[in-house]
């Protein structure tokens, strides 16, 4: 397996180094490129010419669009990936637990399945050993489905129809487009920044998830767990931490080798996040995760200025003045070894 580079600052992918990862495939099948149409890491719209490329050259493509659909048009009569993953959740708020796989029927006949659940079986046997896996899709769902909570799909389909891609998308726009120049422009009473954003800094080829971390009026990192702990005070619900997206914290980081050689030897099997971050910290200075703020088609304006107010209460505040964090982000456990 190899992974693409995200150069920084706008962690975009890197199309040289991908050209070259994208040689003909030697191997006995052909090989599986997976990239997020939108990174929820930093909000980067990747190339979704990268789908036809790959193709070309014998790869199939699984795009990850769960984070791109809830404020894009996905034409899959322009763009033909052979696997696409899609999160209702994330489209229209419910239901959790319900999403899809879209599968092309050729791209189907390459996906084995060496197990199966109830109902994904036409014929099985005990004594005899053997099973027949339902042909199509069905093969691939496991037990009974969630039919409580699929209605609930349409609908949600009917209600982002109703308001409108293009409506969602110019609010999306106009509201981060608002948080990030205000973001950016922060500053300490001394004059330096007290924002740094991870990934593009305009909204070209980027959608509505913004993610930073929060520095103090001599440039060190205040930790983003004490930040969520004070925004759930303020009754804001932040999203913090690396999210599901080690690969792109460490490049945004740029966390290096070394950097990541030093951590894993110093914590060794008692790894997690918490324990990661002092050593990078104690290292480098540097910030193992941070914190994610994303607009959709629920935000206004009222949301966003309230998290910059929020922001602004940072203004000339050290660790020591904002006091140290009582749990566990991770876990949501109280932080008891203070190891
Ligand atoms: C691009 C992307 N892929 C995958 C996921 C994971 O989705 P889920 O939690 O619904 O499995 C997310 C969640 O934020 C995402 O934004």
Known sequence: MASANLPRPELRIDMAAMDTLLTPVNCDGPGLLAFPAQSNFSGVKHPLSLVATAQARGWHVLLDAAAFVPTNRLDLRQVRPDFVAVSFYKMFGYPTGVGCLLVRNAALKVL?????????????????????????????????????????????????????????????????????????????????????????????????????????????????????????????????????????????????????????????AGINLRRFMQVMQDRSGKSAGAIRVSTGLASNFADVSRFLDFVLGFRDQTALTLGTVSFDIESCRVVRDGG
């Not at 060496?114 to 093969?139: C, D, I, Q, Y």
């Not at 950016?184 to 913004?210: C, D, E, F, K, S």
């Open 112 to 268: 084995r399945r060496p197990w199966f659940g109830g109902g994904t079986v036409n014929f099985a046997t005990v004594k005899g050993r053997m099973h027949v896996l339902s042909s199509g899709e069905a093969g691939f769902e496991d037990g009974t489905l969630n039919y409580l909570s699929i209605p609930a799909v349409e609908i949600g389909l009917r209600h982002l129809r109703q308001v409108g891609m293009e409506t969602i998308q110019t609010r999306v726009l106009c509201l981060t487009d608002w948080l990030i120049k205000q973001l950016l422009a922060l500053q300490h009473r001394n004059g330096r920044p007290m924002v740094r954003l991870y990934g593009p800094v305009n909204m070209i080829m980027r959608g509505g998830t913004v993610t930073l971390n929060l520095y103090d009026p001599n440039g060190h990192l205040l930790d983003y767990r004490r930040i969520e702990q004070l925004a759930g005070d303020a009754r804001i619900s932040l999203r913090t931490g690396c999210f599901c997206n080690p690969g792109a914290g460490e490049s945004a980081e740029d966390l290096s080798d070394e950097d990541m050689r030093a951590g894993l030897a110093q914590v060794g």
